[in-house]
Nanobody
Framework: QVRLVESGGGLVQPGGSLRLSCAAS????????MSWVRQAPGKGLEWVSE????????YYADSVKGRFTISRDNARNTLYLQMNSLKPEDTAMYFC??????????????????????WGRGTQVTVSA
């Protein structure tokens, strides 16, 4: 019943911008922390950003801090990731993930699938000239 559907990915030039969206359903979206996690081909899961249930507290990986902004619209059950100044190393499948808690945490780089209880199927972001 829980569903997370990412959208907004695509091909963009270095220095460009994209905004990803995650439409959530099947749970009380406003009660849970949400995260963005990415995975480049052949690599493991990399934590990107996290936002608490109320949208007040946010954390970012060092690699994206200052370039990416996570936000949410609880009235619309939607999570967002605004990505600016994109770099080739940002190329990855981007996943929306639900945390089993309302609060956000400054996570480490590596993410285990069990750190979150529900995942979307991902949206591809490719940064290339």
């Amino acid at each position: 019943q829980v569903r997370l559907v990412e959208s907004g990915g695509g091909l963009v030039q270095p220095g460009g911008s994209l905004r990803l969206s995650c439409a959530a359903s099947g749970f009380y979206f406003s009660s849970y922390c949400m995260s963005w996690v990415r995975q480049a081909p052949g690599k493991g899961l990399e934590w990107v950003s996290e936002i608490n249930s109320g949208g007040v507290t946010t954390y970012y990986a060092d690699s994206v801090k200052g370039r990416f902004t996570i936000s949410r619209d609880n009235a619309r059950n939607t999570l967002y990731l605004q990505m600016n100044s994109l770099k080739p190393e940002d190329t990855a499948m981007y996943f929306c993930a639900k945390a089993p808690r309302p609060y956000a945490l400054p996570r480490g780089l590596v993410v285990a699938p069990e750190d979150y209880d529900f995942w979307g199927r991902g949206t591809q972001v490719t940064v290339s000239a």
